[in-house]
Each structure stands twice: as structure tokens, then as C-alpha cells.
């Protein structure tokens, strides 16, 4: 199985921006495709994550109500739409998954990464 994200880049405190996750080679549908970031000296952190088997989504305290994510069944693509950015969410973005039918916002769940794609806020 493989992930490939894109859709980062440079964008002013307000703006928004959408991230792609192109997965292919998963044996089943019944798997979660997870968001997580990490900002230099911080901590990964869960973003956002859903099911692409039951359409559960789940997201971080941090941006509820100003990220969105969804899945594209068409082309096995997992959008996370992130708006009303702050310069905090200045990070590298990364999608994840793991087989299962719910979904968790812990990386401890999750056994295939993406390369990352960079996202930087200006304030």
C-alpha cells in the first residue's frame, strides 16, 4: 500500500488550503486514512482521520470547525480542506493508514505513511 500527499504550500493567516492523499494498493476498502503534523520542536500531532469503509470522521480540538476532511471514492483520494489557517498550523502534513472500520486520531494505529507535504501560514 502507498500514500502520496500534495496540496501544501504558502498561505496567508485566514487563508485556506486543501490537501490531497492518493492511496493505492489496499487489499480492502475498510480502512482509515489518518492527518497528523509536525511543526519543528513540537510533537506530532492527530489532525483529523476517516474511515473510508463507514464515513466516521474525527477531529483535534485544535481545528475543529476549521478543517474539513472527505473522501473521494471515484479515485481513492482523501481531502483535508483546511480553512481559517493560523500561523500555528505552520507545519509538514502528513496522511496515514491503517485496515480497520473506526477511526482513531493516535499514530500508534496506523502502519502506512505518506511522504509529507509542507504547509506554512504567514502571519
Do not use: H
Request: charged share 15%; hydrophobic share 30%.
Amino acid at each position: 500500500a502507498r500514500l502520496v500527499e500534495s496540496g501544501g504550500g504558502l498561505v496567508q493567516a485566514g487563508g485556506s488550503l486543501r490537501l490531497s492523499c492518493a492511496a493505492s494498493g489496499f487489499v480492502s476498502g475498510r480502512y482509515s486514512i489518518g492527518w497528523f503534523r509536525l511543526a519543528p520542536g513540537r510533537e506530532r500531532e492527530g489532525v483529523s482521520c476517516i474511515n473510508r469503509y463507514t464515513g466516521t470522521t474525527r477531529y483535534a480540538e485544535s481545528v475543529k470547525g476549521r478543517f474539513t476532511v472527505s473522501s473521494d471514492t471515484t479515485n481513492n483520494t482523501v481531502l483535508l480542506l483546511l480553512n481559517n489557517l493560523r500561523p500555528e498550523d505552520t507545519a509538514t502534513y502528513y496522511c496515514a493508514a491503517y485496515y480497520g472500520t473506526n477511526c482513531f486520531v493516535d499514530s500508534r494505529y496506523y502502519a502506512v505513511w505518506g511522504q509529507g507535504t509542507q504547509v506554512t501560514v504567514s502571519s
